[in-house]
């Protein structure tokens, strides 16, 4: 029985390798994630009562069903009104980023100006995967957050979510030190906006600034023109460092085939024109 015991244990290993060195090569292939996991029908159930090891076990079992989670979301933003301690409150809290459901933005809005720095951290994240109104409301409130990770995760969510009525708050966030900020508006910008952000140059950090500048450039010829897509090169080029050199070959090297010729050009001339920059490749010691 021992050896028989011992067979089985092995070909029981063989197959368990086997079977993840399988599912380890269709990962290297592209192979999309793992079908979400089917809710429990008993969720609910063990959500409403008032155990704390149900409780959590039944917020994993909502989070593995990702968007399948939409039936719980109703009564997880009824524990999360009446108060939950704090470990299964924050756990609830990130549950509700993982289902994406509107439904959840207006009660993480309120999470989101929570005593409790994580707690606050893990609205703000989730809020980014709920989105709609009331997540943009309580992500523009969160720039000012004491907690300067909140402060950057609402910062990037708000570009994610394309939030344009944001641009203003995002500015204000950007002078007080958000550097997060600075993409989302290079996101986010109309014209006379982007060409505020370029005027940052030489006041805010080269490398926060141009972070926002090449989300411009690299945004289709409706949202931004050329004209101010050459304008932006422009005031690169005028920094003349060995910096802007740097940032004006990672332009050029990401402009697309199709790109705007004329764009293109003013972009291969402004690195020909940096190239002599202190510091840049080619230049003189």
Not at 58 to 81: E, F, H, N, S
Not at 187 to 194: I, S, T
Request: with cysteine; hydrophobic share 40%; charged share 25%.
């Amino acid at each position: 029985m021992r050896g028989f015991s011992s067979l089985a244990t092995l070909g029981i290993c063989l197959a368990f390798l086997t079977q993840a060195r399988a599912e380890g090569l269709a990962r290297a292939k592209g192979a999309g994630p793992s079908p979400a996991a089917t809710l429990p029908t008993d969720t609910v159930k063990r959500l409403r009562s008032g155990d704390a090891a149900q409780v959590k076990a039944a917020l994993d079992d909502v989070r593995m069903a990702a968007k399948g989670g939409a039936p719980a979301v109703p009564t997880i933003v009824d524990l999360l009104k009446r108060g939950l301690p704090e470990p299964l409150t924050e756990s609830a809290v990130e549950t509700l980023g993982d289902t994406e459901s509107e439904g959840a933005s207006e009660v993480l809005g309120w999470y989101s100006r929570h005593r409790n720095a994580a707690v606050r951290r893990a609205a703000v994240q989730s809020l980014a995967r709920t989105r709609g109104p009331s997540a943009v409301k309580a992500l523009r409130a969160a720039l000012s957050d004491p907690d300067p990770a909140v402060r950057g995760v609402s910062a990037t969510a708000l570009g994610t979510l394309k939030a344009k009525e944001a641009v203003g708050d995002l500015f204000v966030a950007l002078d007080h030190k958000v550097d997060e900020a600075a993409a989302s508006i290079g996101q986010l910008c109309a014209g006379p906006d982007c060409e505020r952000l370029a005027g940052k140059l030489g006041s805010v950090h080269f490398d926060v600034v141009t972070g926002g500048l090449d989300e411009v450039m690299l945004r289709p010829a409706p949202d931004v023109t050329d004209d101010l897509k050459v304008k932006i090169v422009g005031r690169v080029r005028e920094v003349g460092t060995a910096e802007a050199n740097r940032f004006l070959k990672e332009v050029q090297a990401k402009w697309p085939p199709r790109g705007s010729a004329r764009v293109k050009q003013s972009i291969d001339q402004a690195v020909l024109a940096t190239t002599g920059s202190p510091g840049a490749p080619g230049s003189t010691p």
